[in-house]
DNA sequence: TCAATAGTCCCATATTTCCGAACTATTGAA
DNA sequence: TTCAATAGTTCGGAAATATGGGACTATTGA
């Protein structure tokens, strides 16, 4: 119903990034968009199974209005993607930089 | 009184890091630490002038459990550093890559 | 010994997070 | 059509966390 608000590149900010970050779920499900092609349903990136709905579905709102990834409705479902392109134009090596690092 | 806690270097997380410099406040007392030749107070590195001296403090613990940096009492007033060393070894680029974008 | 200074600790309030339950929207049958 | 199933969102209350005021501690310098 809602469709999604997505913040402009340049109003993406070092903080919401570092901040949306900073949750192990939330990098869980940065990775595993990356690893998995880039485009994953919310469930499918699910960091671990046993969280619930409501609790998935706000950290990829925390993602999402951070910027760093976009949810776009395709039928039942949702297509996340991290939006590389525009977070390395706005803090180029950031992400990289942090990935590196990510995962056990 | 206390003499402070601080995390060896291999305990520092990722998560913690980035969870301590999501804040604008402590991002702003890092770039201090080490625009100021990583040395100062507490409230020589205050990020704004009006904030209360107990949330400042705390400020200084959560990037001290963070592993960021390391507090030690001298006289009345505490020094406080970067832990860059340690930082680097365990996330090589990731301080820089931050801080690069950090503070307009 | 006393006042001043720099921080810390404790507590009450305010904000955020988590999750269950109810709700919405889309698809694919019957 | 209608109905059930699926994927997420939204709401509300409980739990966790942040903020700041005030009292406290420790050190220094009169």
Do not use: Y
């Not at 949810?71 to 990289?96: C, H, M, Q, S, Y």
């Amino acid at each position: 119903m809602v469709q999604f608000v997505h913040p402009a590149r340049d109003d993406i900010s070092l903080e919401g990034v570092l901040g949306a970050l900073s949750d192990p779920m939330r990098l869980r499900i940065v990775k595993a968009l990356l690893a998995e092609g880039d485009c994953l349903s919310c469930s499918a990136a699910a960091p671990c199974p046993d969280m619930a709905k409501s609790t998935l579905s706000n950290h990829f709102r925390v993602l999402r209005d951070a910027g760093l990834i976009q949810t776009t409705k395709k039928g039942v479902e949702n297509r996340n993607t991290v939006r590389e392109a525009d977070i390395n134009a706005r803090f180029p090596g950031l992400l990289k930089a942090i990935l590196k690092h990510a995962g056990e």
